[in-house]
């Protein structure tokens, strides 16, 4: 069975870095695309990067230029490093993990960045 845990989250200010990390349990993840999605207080949840099994990323635009997915196949982890973040980046943070007929989602894990 694939799990996935994410850590990494909590209280930031303003302009300050977090970085996220999700583990993957299960052999799978080496030819998986994962991916990191958020779901801000009131609103749906969104797509924030993802990453193929041959490292080729995708970003929403409101993390253009400031977040960065990246993954280890040799630990089986994927990672956001999020820099200059916002008020707005406030959200549930989700890992997920797709790859055939497999669609699994993490339990998430709270960003909070104060003004």
């Known amino acids: 069975q694939v799990r996935l845990v994410e850590s990494g989250g909590g209280l930031v200010q303003a302009g300050g870095s977090l970085r996220l990390s999700c583990t993957v349990s299960?052999?799978?993840?080496?030819?998986?695309?994962m991916g990191w999605y958020r779901r801000a207080p009131g609103k749906e949840r969104e797509l924030v990067a993802t990453?193929?099994?041959?490292?080729?990323?995708n970003y929403a635009e409101s993390a253009k230029g400031r977040f960065t997915i990246s993954r280890n196949n040799a630990e089986n982890t994927v990672s956001l490093q999020m820099n200059s973040l916002k008020p707005e980046d406030t959200a549930v943070y989700y890992c997920?993990?797709?790859?055939?007929?497999?669609?699994?989602w993490g339990q998430g894990t709270l960003v909070t960045v104060s003004s």
């Open positions: 990453i193929t099994r041959d490292g080729s990323r």
């Open positions: 299960g052999s799978i993840f080496s030819i998986a695309a």
């Open positions: 997920r993990l797709t790859s055939f007929n497999l669609d699994v």
